[in-house]
């Protein structure tokens, strides 16, 4: 591990830019302003630590994999015939339009991580980190984004524009990285607002009653909408985070986990009539968990 993070670092000294911003810039905070009392070298941090680093690299894989599920997804038709329509808005009209319309998907997006098996395999390694601070939110599996490719090419798509849909992925990612800081603001008015770390920390809580909670990039009004907001009072604070799926400890092991148990695709070279039919009944059962998953509220229980 430690000869493989030296690699990538002298191979591609960037790497290191990332991890170095969010420690000057957020570590500050953590320590003046504490949600809970953890040593900084705490257990998990060699595992962040490798994701931050290895993400600039990895990147580059989950942008491919986005623009093949984006394309694959066909979202980009129906939002075609919204582009005369978005075109002749105002600029403040359209930007405002697109904020909302992103959010919108980017909300069903991670709700349906969750809730369908196949994209859980993905997004568990990002809930698989027990302590929430600076770093952890950096573990994320490089395929687990491309949830976000549809919710991006929509926009493009429907003649937002490349400037402004780049902006609300970038601060999307931004802000993401800032709600899983260790620090104790409650910012309680904001809460059906937009975004907080109090509203994040109850979506990354393994607390029985805070599962498939919060998950809202920006607008916790989708959580308020479709019955998945969750924010208790009587100054209660999630202090349990994790996953109960068995997402192994390191990094290359979290890279690999998702792909465990999976079929060869060498078979499809052998089988290809056998293995089309079993991926055509794949994509039903998928198509059926989207149902499933937009119809109802979310129960306690996926992770």
Known sequence: MIAFLAGVVVSYPAALAPVLLLLVVVVPFERLFPRHRQRFFRPGLGTDLAWGIAQPALKLAGAVAGAALALASLAWLPALMLRPL??????????????????????WGHRWSHEVGFLWRFHSVHHSSERMDWISGVRSHPLDGTVLAPPVVVL???????????????????????????VRWRWRPLHRVVATPEFHHWHHSSEADALNTNYSAFLPVWDVLFGTFFMPGGGRRPEVYGTAAPV????????WYPFRGLRNPALALRHPMAELRRARAALRRGATQIRDATRRRPAPGRR
């Open 248 to 255: 192994p400890d390191g990094f290359l092991a979290q890279l």
């Open 86 to 107: 978005v075109t002749s808005m105002p600029f403040w009209a359209r930007s405002a339009a697109g904020v909302v319309l992103f959010d919108a998907l980017a909300y």
């Open 156 to 182: 493009l798509a429907a003649g937002f524009g490349a400037k402004l849909t780049g902006v609300l992925a970038v601060i999307q990612i931004v802000t993401g990285l800032f709600l899983h800081a260790n």
